[in-house]
């Protein structure tokens, strides 16, 4: 399995899911034309990461998220959906949401994700870049 690498644009988020070091990374502003489309090749990666993942190995995810607009919204919840069910089945998964610390929103939008999950989920201040 290769690492699933993708550069950001003004509108994606850049995609670092390094499945060597069991750090996936995802960051940046979120509003593409089609959020299926660009999440797709994602949601393959990480069933397909998950699926031949050793039982002790912890996986590291990290989401620095500024915007997020509806459709991704949806996107980024059927990821974490993801995340989640690979953790009740018994992977050992760390979520890390970093929100600028001057930005409300960004946590609230943080808040919410994290409301249905069972995952360790950690909200993790930044400062403003």
């Known amino acids: 399995m290769q690492n699933l690498i993708?550069?950001?644009t003004k509108s994606t988020p850049t995609?670092?899911?390094d499945q060597l070091n069991n750090i996936l990374t995802l960051k940046g502003q979120s509003y593409p034309e089609n959020?299926?489309?660009f999440y797709e090749p994602i949601f393959q990666w990480v069933e397909e990461y998950f699926a031949q993942l050793e039982g002790e190995t912890t996986v590291s995810v990290d989401f620095i998220l500024p915007y997020i607009n509806t459709s991704s919204s949806k996107c980024i919840m059927m990821?974490?959906?993801t995340f989640d069910?690979?953790?009740?089945?018994g992977k050992k998964v760390n979520l890390n949401w970093y929100y600028n610390i001057e930005s409300p929103s960004e946590l609230e939008c943080?808040?919410?994700?994290c409301e249905d999950l069972n995952l360790p989920f950690n909200l993790i201040a930044r400062e403003t870049e």
């Open 110 to 113: 943080a808040e919410e994700f």
């Open 79 to 81: 990821l974490l959906e």
């Open 15 to 17: 995609v670092h899911f």
């Open 35 to 37: 959020s299926f489309e």
């Open 85 to 89: 069910k690979a953790y009740l089945d």
């Open 6 to 8: 993708i550069e950001g």
